[in-house]
């Protein structure tokens, strides 16, 4: 499904180059459940966002779900987010104004699916994660627990390959996290999704089958739970 | 196990396999659907800040609305002025003693129009109501208890055909008098009343250049016009001018000067064929040679002067128009300001659309239609109110300021172009915006 081989990424701050990523490899499979971890600067929010297909390796391979992504300009790239990826924030990121059945619907807009196919996904996503009762609740109108919630779905409804977490739990309370957590693992055991998720915290890492440990851009560690 | 039904499903139920979700998405990946989409997305966040929306629009609202009342009323001033000229006749030719070339200072200098040629001018019979030579001076007019510095023109009985004149009192000079070149004067309203008071004038006489004429009639007021005012004027026959009052007599003593001839055409469109008919006949009596030698006589074409009348009306008219433009631009200037706080509002949404799958041409689109819907929305409002201040002026008679379907389409257009021109630039800001920078936005 994920394919990396000998990513390099180096940015240029300033005067001074630095490198992020210093010749990682690994690869995952579908229907696996991945957590990246590592302190910060370790190079976890890189991978996360060159898997993301937010931003492209300065060199080395990265296949996703047999498409080569490394060297795609960027609208290609978002064609290939569009359909291929789904993305959980921390902050949940969902539009303030809209309900919750607008925020799933939303990326669906950039496919051109039909009004009719986006509602009916919308509702199966929010139905899939509990939310199905307030659908037409607004982000204020929600905790953020559910806000999250309706963010997963808005991650599932578009069917994708793999969903992508950063620091999905960062802004919860442990409670809230856990539940989250189960929540995406129920996901992926029973509904078969690949989920690949960055965190610092070994509570949230012990929901993974397999943890990924970074640092100083390289992969200093790779077990299964 | 597919469930639709929002409310059937429980927080709590267990998750379910939900088989739509693993269908593949029967989509094109562009297209004008998502288009659409992306403008009901510009209306949504438009609405949703009302005030902002509103204020940002009054620029334009402002501009639009000074472009289609000035241009209403620049319009319905300049077709005033056209029926003011088209009143007094738009079939009047006048010719006049000396060259254009010659300068002002000169031209009065010029004295090689005669009676003759005024003669000769009639006996071509040309589609004219009347060929009216004249000789304009000043002089002073003395009456019993009061004297005038006054214009006394000398005239033929045609002269009233040509300019329309009607009688107050008594008549106008006639052919007796001029063959005659008896000592009579036909005075305007004003003048009659400047000399004689509110008493009775018809039959009293004044004395010009030692010369006594009787008052024979006086002229209904003729009011103002855009060339002074013809009611304190004096008429007299122009034999009577030429040979008693100001010695007109041509530098070779055969015949008799005139100040200018002019002519009165049955059919305005005639105008043109009759300069240069006349114009002819002038050189060849004048013995001007054909290589090009200047015309040593003036032709006015009424229809040329209100050509001229036409330019200079729409030319203030569009520089009326140009400088509420200016405010329009201000207006354009306005959104633009407004677009680019909001493009730094919303980063953090555009990081969203944009991680999501949203392209670079889908947020351009977001906020050009964001711009050009504020502006054309401006623009309707503008055109509304632009519109109360001419219909004003139009109701109470003032002006004929009609809004017509030109000023309606310069208003749209204008607006629509303000919009999208002032809209690219934030648009563009915003369709560059790297997701993952735009995300961490605060």
């Known amino acids: 499904m994920i394919s990396l081989r000998d990513i390099h990424k180096t940015y240029q701050m300033g005067d001074v180059l630095v490198a992020a ?25 890189t991978v996360m966002n060159l898997i993301g297909c937010l931003d492209t390796p300065t060199s080395g391979e990265y296949v996703l779900d047999g498409v080569a992504v490394d060297q795609l300009s960027s609208n290609d790239l978002a064609l290939v987010r569009g359909q291929k990826l789904g993305f959980i924030f921390q902050q949940y990121n969902l539009l303030p104004r809209q309900s919750a059945l607008r925020n799933v619907e939303m990326p669906m807009i950039y496919r051109g699916v039909s009004g009719s196919e986006r509602q009916r996904r ?26 999250q919630r309706v963010a997963i779905a808005r991650a599932l409804a578009g069917s994708p390959s793999v969903i992508l977490a950063d620091e999905p739990t960062g802004a919860l309370d442990s409670k809230t996290s856990s539940e989250i957590m189960e929540l995406l693992r129920r996901l992926n055991r029973e509904q078969g999704i690949t989920v690949v998720l960055v965190t610092h915290e070994h ?19 790779d077990q299964r739970n | 196990m597919t469930t639709l039904d929002v409310h059937a499903a429980p927080e709590s139920t267990p998750v379910a396999a939900d088989s739509i979700l693993f269908q593949p998405i029967t989509a094109s990946s562009s297209g004008f659907g998502s288009l659409w989409e992306v403008v009901r997305i510009s209306f949504g966040s438009l609405l949703a800040n009302k005030v902002r929306s509103l204020l940002t629009m009054l620029g334009v609202i402002i501009g639009v609305a000074s472009v289609v009342s000035l241009l209403a009323l620049g319009n319905g001033a300049s077709a005033s002025i056209t029926g003011e000229i088209e009143a007094i006749g738009t079939n009047i030719l006048t010719i006049s003693a000396g060259s254009q070339n010659r ?78 070149a008896n000592t009579v004067i036909v005075l305007g309203s004003t003048l009659a009343k400047d000399l004689f008071g509110n008493g009775q004038a018809l039959g009293q006489t004044v004395r010009i250049n030692n010369q006594t004429l009787r008052v024979v009639g006086i002229l209904t007021p003729q009011g103002g016009s855009a060339f002074g005012s013809e009611d304190d004027r004096a008429y007299i026959p122009i034999t009577t001018a030429q040979k ?27 105008l043109d064929a009759l300069q240069s008919r006349v114009s002819m006949l002038l050189r060849e009596r004048h013995h001007l040679k054909l290589d090009g030698s200047a015309d040593d006589f003036n032709v006015i074409n009424q229809a040329e002067i209100l050509g001229t009348l036409n330019t200079i009306t729409s030319m203030m008219t569009l520089f009326l128009a140009a400088v509420a433009g200016i405010s329009l631009l201000v207006g354009g200037i306005g959104i633009m300001n407004i677009m680019l706080v909001s493009v730094t509002e919303r980063t ?36 509304m109110l632009g519109s109360i201040i001419p219909i004003i002026v139009t109701q109470l008679g003032v002006l004929d300021a009609p809004i017509d379907v030109q000023t309606v389409g310069v208003a749209i257009g204008f607006s629509l172009g303000v919009g999208l021109f002032f809209g690219i630039y934030p648009a563009q800001r915003a369709a560059k915006l790297n997701p993952i920078d735009a995300l961490r936005h605060e």
């Open chain 1, 122 to 147: 919308a509702l199966a996503a929010l139905n899939l994660v509990g939310m199905g009762q307030r659908v037409d609740h607004r982000p204020n109108e929600l905790s953020g627990g559910q806000q």
């Open chain 1, 21 to 45: 990523l210093q010749g990682v490899s690994f690869s995952i499979d579908k229907g696996d459940f991945v957590a990246i971890m590592g302190p910060s600067g370790s190079g976890k929010s």
């Open chain 2, 103 to 180: 300068g002002p200072g000169n031209a009065t200098a010029a004295q090689n129009l005669t009676m003759d040629d005024a003669k000769a001018i009639e006996a071509l019979q040309l589609p004219v109501i009347g060929v009216a030579p004249q000789l304009n001076s000043s002089a002073q007019i003395v009456a019993k208890s009061a004297d005038k510095n006054a214009q006394v023109i000398g005239i033929t009985p045609a002269f009233q055909v040509v300019n329309n004149l009607t009688m107050q009192q008594g008549s106008f000079i006639s052919d007796e008098h001029l063959q005659g």
């Open chain 1, 203 to 221: 509570d949230v890492a012990a929901y993974a089958a397999r943890v990924l440990t970074m640092r100083d851009g390289q992969l200093i560690g």
């Open chain 2, 348 to 383: 953090r949404e555009i990081g969203l659309r944009k991680a999501v799958g949203a392209r670079s041409h889908h947020i351009l689109m977001q906020f050009v239609v964001e711009a050009a819907v504020l502006s054309m929305t401006g623009g309707m409002i503008g055109l």
């Open chain 2, 244 to 270: 008693r009052l100001f010695n007109a007599r041509t530098p070779d003593g055969n015949g008799y000067r005139v100040g200018s001839i002019t002519l009165s055409a049955i059919n305005a469109s005639d």
